[in-house]
């Protein structure tokens, strides 16, 4: 069968966006399937996101406005798959669009039907904690905006039709079943949180203030139900004692729950407390966990700040009941300390971080797609790339594998595309489309002739403000030719005429008085240029947003506003000039640096595309840190995978492999990179060009000073365990084996979790009982971290007889060595002090960055390092295998501990965004960005010091001297430089001094 | 034609009370979303503010409020993401140095310092918008016209 250019993305949430974008970037259609009426899934309910506060909204509703906007994804809402057939390559698709009851081409958001609405439903979004009108968003921010009719709670009485102007609303609108053809799936339903059945111990759904975590994110968001105050349900107060319980209906062995660890329920939890702290003062959190499971990225610090700046309270115990109190409403939690004590406490509220569960309709999707679902029924994944299910050409991604963050759903999304690449490559480009556009119409040093079209937005405007006035207004404006009043001006027809008009009046700026900029400038900007004219030639005045939705009581004031708005556009517009796109040339080669698992599995995937890789290892062979493993805990047999990796990379005539080598100069930008390497036990010297870089450097293992390692012969690392037990029967005559965990992690040295030592603990515990059953083996821990399915292994270590004991950072255990017998004391808070004597102590030593390395690599390719010496990725929600610097990807060990399938996710991911450059003959990149006037630059390089992206330098030229010099690739248009410019030298295209005084002035 | 133009804003606010006009600087990442959002959810603020769209609150060079109170805008207000939250990493912290030192600078010069307004919004914080645009009103209000540099020749 012949492969198809396009790719089903089944779920819009954060992973589907990204890996659709990530796709539709690299040359491919992609239709992007979405169950609800919006897309951006759970995301966009979250108020804010660990590690770093960052807003939740801000940061997602960008990219989901971009994948509602681009031109190669074909988006549909309220979908149902009905039915699948074919094969990796070629797979048909039928798809249910469920009906809107809305047109929603014709629809235009602006909301008058919820308004009038007379009918109240339950808000899903807001958890259920508000109402909203049947005919609604799901919330403001939606994308696409497009409205929709719950026929469960709609009567039918008319009247949303009647006020709808845009004549949208289509009670008869039937059901369309469409067939779809594509080359491979994606499938990212994402997850469904755990809700406490009835009858269940936390009295959730008994008691009034018992939230979900979710329900709680809702309550604290400033755009929920009570507008980010933190209210208790049942009477509104502020709840000062705010209880947070952990795994609910997670690591839950009694049936009611879930087995497994849902891997992000510690984190949200802190943040939740530390939020709802933050806003308000008086609310002191206790948070009830086992374990705390901070294994990811400054997941420990940010525990660590929870407990010392926002006074959150940590109890290690599971509670054993919860009552309310019937006066007050407040609950009364009865639990155990960990000295065995029982202790009672009320509460004002109780927020129970609930669990993740397998999308409800998992099973159904496994059966239409016919991949195969694991023991808990998520889907089932290889071992060693943890995107791709039981079938060929169908991968999953995000929360639908395994419970995950979003940065791990991100990555797994790029990842899945990166995989989706390697299958239909030869595919990329037949199936997008390009518009073809009239050539740009020259207007530099022509006198401004500027037509304003002012919007009714049906009564969204005019019904609050006086829209000819304002028309009457804005015609007598200088430069004006032509002010127009439009019901809708962003509907279809209002295009063409606004087309029709530019070229009538021979119009060379154009202004639009409407709703935001935000989201409907680019469809302005598109519809001037089919006109002919410049994309920047564009302005807009926010009359709807920020004016007569926020004086709809003030006719006369929100009407002078709007003149002063439309003023100061045309303004605007009278100073804007045509900005030209830069185009540059891409080179399509790679280049990887480190040559372990994640810069093999890279370099693998570009050179089965067909691009030139170079591949540059330190060391004498490839492997890297990996050569060290034998065995996964889920039992992938790693020394079989890496042979068989190092055979396949030998073997790809694509791929160029330097060992011994290191980097001399890495010198260009993105696109377009020289790199000069010396390699070789001769020190060759080569030089090559490249497009982009991926960083898989690696890290190393901690080597101890403390517990007598290298002093007693008895003490060894726990990679020398697993060798050992691998390589030698040595284990059969050892009677006892004390492993310590956290050696050389979450100390003051390195303040972070090492991620995999719990699991590598665990995975040789069992191996040494397996082995010999006799041996007794002790596990002395501070939180054993065995998230998600791993979590099965810690139980079966624990029913195999292998014991864990507890012990605290201030108190860490001792050893003492007797002649040949080796014994380690513990301070424990249920059995006092003991003491336990052993042959073989096993340290579980940390992974630590490679400064020095890492230090000079950053340098050269002018990307940050965190406080760890770990590499820092340009946003580590969004964006956690990019570097702020272009062209630059990090993935593996040298971003931060993580253990080989997440290693593997990640280089995969860098390849797709990558591709997403490689794919292009020439990158466009963006206009409105600094330039320097050399004639006034003094070269004092202040600029330099505030640009985050490093796109300024400073330059010998011939005729001014020593001046700035901005590298237009680099340029975000920021203009952190120009606002700090003492002479002036710096504009920004698009926001230039010139062209904001005259908004500024010019009043009348 | 200063003068006139002056004259005539005060002869047609003689029926009701003055209204000062505020010039608010919004990044469009977050404060410009945030006041978005507002609209949206119709959360209703007093009209007096004036938008102007920067790509991010380190865009703006202190002339520009200096040449907004020059031109007789009687209060300017400067709003960006949260310290942190920057989406050009750090706009904003570069521009938090730079108007405390415009703030400092501008009290020499006599302006009020309640006349010039900083302030962080997300875009999430429709409500929280609202409240501070009532809030920078009120206090602009209070001041009277900025009359400081009116020409006086």
Redesign the interface.
């Known amino acids: 069968m012949e492969k198809i250019g396009a790719v089903m993305v089944v779920g819009a949430g954060i992973g589907g966006s990204q890996a659709a974008l990530d796709l539709a970037d690299s040359g491919y259609k992609v239709y992007l399937i979405e169950s609800t009426t919006s897309i951006g899934g759970v995301m966009a309910q979250l ?1 804010k996101t660990f590690p ?7 940061i997602v ?2 990219k989901l406005v971009e994948t509602g906007r681009h031109q190669n994804i074909d988006l549909s809402i309220n979908c149902e798959i009905q039915d699948v057939i074919g094969e990796a390559g070629n797979f048909t698709i039928k798809v249910l669009k469920k009906s809107l009851y809305i047109n929603p081409e014709k629809c235009t958001g602006c ?1 008058v039907c919820g308004r009038e609405c007379p009918v109240e439903a339950i808000d899903v979004f807001n958890e259920g904690l508000a109402n909203y009108a049947a005919t609604s968003v799901k919330y ?2 939606a994308v696409p905006l497009v409205f929709a009719i719950d026929k469960n709670y709609c009567i039918g009485c008319g009247i949303c039709q009647g006020v709808c102007k845009a004549k949208a609303i289509e009670y008869d609108r039937k059901d369309e079943e469409v067939e779809i053809n594509v080359g491979a799936i994606i499938l990212a339903p994402g997850f469904d949180e755990y809700i406490p059945p009835e009858g269940n111990l936390y009295g959730y759904g008994k008691y009034k203030n018992v939230v979900t975590s979710i329900e709680f994110e809702r309550i604290l ?3 929920g139900p009570y ?2 105050r933190v209210l208790r349900p049942s009477d509104g107060d502020v709840p000062e004692k705010v209880a947070f319980l952990q795994c609910v209906g997670s690591r839950d062995y009694t049936g009611k729950g879930k087995p497994y660890c849902s891997s992000v329920c510690c984190m949200y939890t802190a943040k939740e407390a530390v939020i709802a702290h933050e806003h308000m003062h008086q609310i002191q959190p206790t948070i009830f966990s086992m374990d705390i499971r901070a294994y990811g990225k400054d997941f420990d610090k940010y525990i660590i700040r929870a407990q010392e700046e926002y006074e959150v309270r940590y109890i290690r115990s599971r509670i054993s009941s919860i009552t309310e109190v019937p006066e007050t409403k407040d609950l009364r939690i009865k639990y155990e300390t960990e000295d065995g004590t029982v202790v009672e406490e009320d509460y004002h509220m109780v927020v129970l971080a609930v669990g993740l569960n397998p999308p409800n309709d998992a099973q159904f999707l496994a059966e239409k797609f016919g991949v195969e679902l694991n023991e808990y029924d998520f889907a089932m994944t290889d071992i060693f790339n943890p995107v791709q299910t039981s079938k060929p050409g169908i991968f999953a991604c995000g929360a639908f594998s395994s419970p995950k963050d979003i940065p791990d759903t991100v990555t797994q999304a790029s990842a899945a595309a990166g995989c989706v690449n390697q299958l239909l490559h030869e595919k990329k480009g037949t199936l997008i489309t390009e518009k073809t556009l009239p050539p740009e119409i020259f207007v530099r040093g022509q006198p401004p002739r500027i037509g304003v079209f002012i919007c009714y937005c049906g009564i969204n405007i005019g019904g609050f403000l006086d829209v000819p006035e304002v028309t009457k207004y804005a015609s007598n404006l200088p430069n004006v030719v032509l002010a127009d009043n439009n019901l809708y001006t962003c509907s279809a027809d209002t295009q063409t005429l606004i087309k029709d008009t530019i070229k009538e009046y021979h119009l060379n700026r154009v202004v639009v008085a409407s709703c ?3 989201t409907h400038e680019p469809l302005f900007q598109e519809t001037i240029r089919e006109a002919g004219l410049n994309r920047y030639l564009f302005q807009m005045a ?1 009359i ?4 007569s ?6 006719w006369d ?2 009407t ?2 709007a003149k ?2 439309v003023r ?1 556009a045309v303004n605007k517009a009278r100073n804007i000039e045509a900005i030209e796109r830069i185009k540059l040339p891409v080179t399509q080669k790679t280049l990887i640096v480190g040559g372990g698992i994640s810069g093999m599995v890279a370099a693998l995937n570009f050179a089965t595309q067909g691009y030139e890789t170079f591949l540059i290892e330190k060391q004498k062979e490839l492997g890297g840190f990996a050569r060290h493993i034998y065995n996964t805990l889920e039992g992938g047999n790693v020394q079989e995978f890496i042979s068989d990796l190092i055979e396949k990379i030998n073997s790809n005539k694509l791929i160029r492999v330097f060992t011994q080598a290191e980097i001399e100069i890495i010198d260009g930008y993105i696109g377009n990179f020289k790199t000069t390497v010396i390699h070789g036990s001769k020190k060759e010297k080569t030089e090559f060009e490249h497009g982009v870089v991926i960083v898989a450097t690696g890290a190393k293992e901690y080597q101890p000073t403390e517990y007598l390692y290298g002093q007693n012969n008895k003490v060894i690392l726990q990679s020398e365990f697993e060798k050992l037990l691998n390589t030698s029967n040595d284990i059969n005559d050892k009677k006892s084996v004390v492993m310590i965990q956290c050696v050389g992690s979450r100390n003051d040295d390195h303040p972070y979790c090492s991620k995999m030592c719990c699991a590598e603990a665990i995975k040789n515990a069992l191996l040494a009982k397996q082995k010999n059953p006799n041996v007794e083996v002790v596990v002395l821990f501070r939180d054993i971290r065995t998230y998600g399915f791993k979590e099965k292994y810690y139980r079966e270590a624990r029913e195999k007889g292998v014991i864990f004991i507890n012990y605290e950072e201030n108190e860490p255990p001792e050893i003492i060595s007797e002649g040949s017998i080796l014994k380690i004391k513990l301070k424990t808070l249920k059995m006092g002090e003991i003491t336990i004597e052993s042959d073989l102590l096993v340290l579980s030593a940390g992974i630590i960055a490679k400064r020095e390395d890492n230090e000079e690599l950053a340098k050269m390719l002018k990307v940050p390092l965190n406080d760890d010496n770990f590499f820092l990725e340009a946003h580590v929600k969004l964006r956690p295998v990019d570097f ?1 610097t272009e062209g630059v990807f990090v993935a593996g060990l040298a971003h931060c501990p993580k253990t080989i399938e997440d290693s593997i996710s990640q280089a995969n991911a860098a390849v797709a965004r990558a591709c997403t450059i490689l794919s292009k003959d020439e990158i466009e990149v963006e206009g ?1 960005i600094g330039e320097i006037d050399m004639a006034r630059c003094t070269g004092c390089g202040m600029c330099i010091d ?1 640009c ?2 490093n796109a300024i330098e400073l330059i010998d030229d011939r005729r001014f001297g020593r001046v700035a010099y901005i590298n237009s690739i680099l340029c ?5 430089c ?4 003492r002479c ?1 030298a710096i504009d ?1 295209r698009g ?1 230039t ?1 010139e062209q ?2 005259a ?3 010019g ?2 | 034609m200063n003068e006139i133009t002056s004259e005539s804003k005060q002869m047609k606010n003689t029926d009701d009370e003055w209204e000062p006009k505020i010039l608010a600087f919004l990044c469009n990442w977050c404060s410009y979303a945030g006041a978005d959002l507002a609209g949206v959810s119709r959360i209703q603020y007093p009209p007096n503010i004036r938008v102007v769209r920067v790509p991010c609150s380190g865009r703006i060079n202190p002339y520009f409020i200096v040449k907004a109170l020059l031109d007789g805008w009687d209060g300017v207000l400067v709003s960006g993401c949260h310290p942190g939250d920057c989406h050009y990493l750090t706009g904003n912290l570069v521009a938090r140095r730079r108007f405390g030192i415009l703030k400092d600078l501008l009290e020499f010069f006599g302006i009020e310092p309640d006349r010039v307004n900083f302030m962080w919004a997300s875009a999430a914080e429709g409500e929280r918008f609202a409240v501070l645009i009532r809030k920078t009103t009120k206090l602009v209000k209070k001041m009277g016209p900025n009359k400081k540099f009116e020409k006086k020749w």
């Open positions: 108020d770093t506060n960052d807003c939740a909204m801000c509703s960008p909301g403001p921010q968001s400033a755009s507008a980010g935001t900029p935000r926010n709807r947003d920020q004016c939705w926020v004086h709809m009581n003030e004031k929100a002078e506003k002063d708005l100061m702020a409105k505030n985050a992206y975000k248009g920021c203009g952190a120009a606002g700090n410019c002036a920004i926001f001094g904001i005084f908004m500024i002035t009043r009348n």
